[in-house]
């Protein structure tokens, strides 16, 4: 069974900071995904990371995949980032693909 | 497109009702998901599909049922509603390794 741990839990600041939140996971994987979910919305796929990095406008995501680990940033954060970001890894189960997901760290975005 | 829509957006149940939990992609995926969404912890598989006419236990199946007769709909059953079944519902569909997720069905059973 694969785990995976996010962090942090919980992360407020400033409009314009720089964020980082961190995902590990325990064993090998096919593919890593961040996620977005809003209040009460649904969820949405940012990224999905085999290797390296990838960027999309001010969100860019990093995989290590020696050392099991994950990093989604935001550059000149902004209050419409507020949102959870849920870390999943994907992993071939009997041939087929599962996904285990994180927890989730909760953003705020202060003005 | 529409992507993956799920009906109803939200739902109170008596405890021992049974309901449907509609989902549906224009995707042509050929795999489907349910998984639920309790707070503070992750997304738990609830079944799967491969394909139409094709289905299987998750991590967390006891208390659904779920069918797969097109490769469009995957429907979810609870057939005797209790209060642990409180969650919010996401369904989801993949061509292989991404995933397009619908925007979720927040169910309360009381």
């Known amino acids: 069974k694969n785990e995976v741990e996010q962090s942090p839990q919980n992360l407020t600041a400033q409009e314009g900071e720089f964020i980082t939140i961190n995902c590990s996971y325990s064993?090998?994987?096919?593919?890593l995904h961040w996620l977005q979910q809003h209040p009460g919305g649904g969820i949405v796929s940012l990224f999905m990371?085999?290797?390296g990095k990838k960027k999309h406008g001010r969100l860019i995501a990093t995989i290590n995949i020696q050392e099991k680990h994950s990093s989604l940033h935001i550059t000149a954060s902004h209050p419409r980032d507020s949102a959870v970001y849920i870390c999943?890894?994907?992993?071939?189960?009997?041939?087929?693909?599962?996904?285990?997901f994180g927890t989730g760290t909760r953003l705020t975005i202060i003005p | 497109n529409a992507g993956v829509t799920q009906t109803p957006k939200f739902r109170i149940l008596k405890i021992g009702q049974s309901m449907t939990l509609q989902c549906t992609q224009d995707?042509?995926?050929?795999?489907m998901y349910w998984y639920r969404q309790d707070p503070g912890m992750g997304l738990k598989l609830i079944y799967y599909?491969?394909?139409?006419?094709?289905?299987d236990k998750g991590e967390v199946p006891n208390g659904y049922n779920v069918s797969r007769s097109t490769t469009e709909d995957f429907p979810l059953r609870l057939e005797l509603a209790a209060p642990s079944q409180t969650s919010v519902y996401f369904c989801?569909?993949?061509?292989?390794?991404?995933?397009?997720f619908g925007s979720g069905t927040r169910l309360t059973v009381v």
């Open positions: 064993v090998g994987i096919s593919a």
């Open positions: 999943a890894v994907s992993f071939l189960v009997r041939g087929n693909e599962k996904l285990t």
């Open positions: 599909s491969v394909g139409a006419g094709i289905t």
């Open positions: 995707m042509n995926h050929n795999y």
């Open positions: 989801a569909s993949s061509p292989d390794k991404s995933y397009t």
């Open positions: 990371l085999s290797s």
